[in-house]
């Protein structure tokens, strides 16, 4: 578990510095960090779309799909939906990828 912290200390790092993040995708990436947390930092873990837009203040859920399909793209997290409003959806941080590593400080 504390090496699942580190990581996630060192992403809120990484959300800060990158560029190409808005304030929604900053809401949405930290309603996941809530969520990763009240998991027990399990890896993966469930998530509920209204749940999730709940928290991150998000109230289209055009806006929703948007950004959690660009934080994927972004290389941020690994998002498998389930179409299933009583499962939700499987979310696991993708803290391996370059993308996210090396992104740009300035």
Known sequence: MGSVNKNLDYLKDRIQADQRLSAFHVSLLAAL????????????????????MRSSKIYSTSTYHKCIGELQVFGYIFYSPSYNPFLGSRISWNLEDEAVLSCNLS
Do not use: W, Y
């Open 33 to 52: 960090i809530f969520a990763s947390e009240n998991s027990g930092l399990t890896h993966p873990f469930q998530v509920s779309r209204s749940k999730l």
